[in-house]
Structures are given as C-alpha cells and as structure tokens.
C-alpha cells in the first residue's frame, strides 16, 4: 500500500478507528483472524466506518472439513456481525459471488440459518445486475473472482456509481477447498469454516490492487 502512495494507519480499537475518522480515509481493512477480533468489535468498526462514510473491506479464509474436524467459526457469525441491514424488521440481503456451485450452496445455507437473504452470482460481471435488483446490505466474494482488468466493469465499480460503496462492506475470501472434495461438501459430509487467508504473493498483490480501488475517491 506505501509503494502505491497510501499511508497504512494500524488501529486496534473502536477509539482510535474514532481518532483517524477526521482524517478522511481512503478504506478500512479489516483482518479478523489474523489479529483476533470479537463480533461485538467488528460490528462497532463497521457501524463507526458507515457513520463516517469509509468503505469497509475485510478479508477471511475458508476451510472445509468434517464436523468434528473442523476448528474454525462459522462463516455465518462474522458476516451477520458485518451485515448492516435496513431495518430491525429487514434481514440483511448479502450477494454471494462464487464460481462453484457446492461453496455457493455451502455459504447459503449457513446464511440463511442465521436469518440472512442471499443471492448468488456466478461471476462479478453477473454481480453486477443482480445486484440492481437485489440491493445488497453485505457483498461476499472469492478474491480470485474479483476483476482486474481496466475496463471490466465489476461489484465495486457498481457499488461506487451507486453510491453504495461506503455503505455495504465487502468481504474477500480464499477458499482452501480441493475441488475433489466439493461433492462430499454439497453432501453434507463436510463443512465451511472460517480459518486465515492465504497470504501468498499473489492473494496479497490481490488484496492492496481491491484496496486501491475502494480507497479511490
């Protein structure tokens, strides 16, 4: 993020998120498993980045395994204390962009366990109208299916002409999930969990590109 010329600010709570509202941000990023943070944290952070019109990316990690093996969260728990909606009588709309049917289905259903509307798009391109008729409160997505290419219109794109983009966080995933073993996932065999992102060459370069893109005003 330095070499792109931003100034990356590390905050560890609600109170200093406060202090360098007043500097205008570009974004906030957000690192739940790699610094612990509880869901009573999280939610304050959004709900103080929404008040001040700073858009909100966080980044997870998702494991799949059997029940019993399976050591991380729920997905669900974060993305409900993540999801704005827009009344207490609303339950949060969250647009689900993923490739594999199995992983969609997966993310569904422990969603909507908790109460949440998905809707899925295949690709971010499709993302785009659905979400003109969805409206979504929260948007999910594989890092590896976000857009990089200029001129390719994606999910942030639309958020931002909409005037949506500070008010719905976006959550990027990398999914440690072997393709051999997505049947037994959509069999119920095994499970989705939250774990830590990859932190790779490529998934970091990934990560600071959408961050540019979030943060451009």
Do not use: C
Not at 27 to 46: H, M, W
Not at 57 to 83: E, F, I, N
Request: glycine letters at 6%; hydrophobic letters at 45%.
């Amino acid at each position: 993020l330095s070499d792109r010329g931003y100034r990356p600010v590390i905050v560890h709570s609600r109170e200093e998120v406060d202090a360098q509202i007043a500097a205008f941000p570009a974004a906030l990023f957000v690192d739940p498993l790699t610094g612990p943070i509880t869901r009573t944290a999280l939610q304050s952070l959004r709900q103080a980045a929404g008040a001040a019109e700073v858009p909100v990316m966080v980044t997870a990690g998702l494991g799949q395994a059997s029940r019993d093996a399976a050591y991380g969260a729920d997905p669900a728990v974060l993305l409900k204390a993540l999801a704005p909606r827009d009344s207490e009588q609303h339950p949060p709309r969250v647009l689900l962009i993923e490739e594999h049917a199995e992983i969609a289905l997966a993310l569904t259903g422990t969603l909507e366990r908790r109460g949440m509307q998905v809707a899925r798009a295949a690709s971010d391109a499709d993302a785009v109208t659905l979400a003109g008729q969805f409206r979504p409160n929260l948007v999910v997505m594989d890092l590896m299916q976000v857009h990089r290419q200029a001129g390719q219109a994606g999910i942030v794109d639309w958020l931002r002409a909409n005037g949506q983009l500070t008010r719905t966080p976006l959550v990027v995933y990398t999914a440690a999930v072997d393709a051999a073993d997505l049947p037994r996932l959509a069999s119920g065999e095994t499970v989705l969990f939250l774990a830590e992102r990859s932190t790779s060459a490529e998934v970091q370069e990934r990560i600071v590109d959408l961050l540019s893109r979030i943060g451009t005003n």
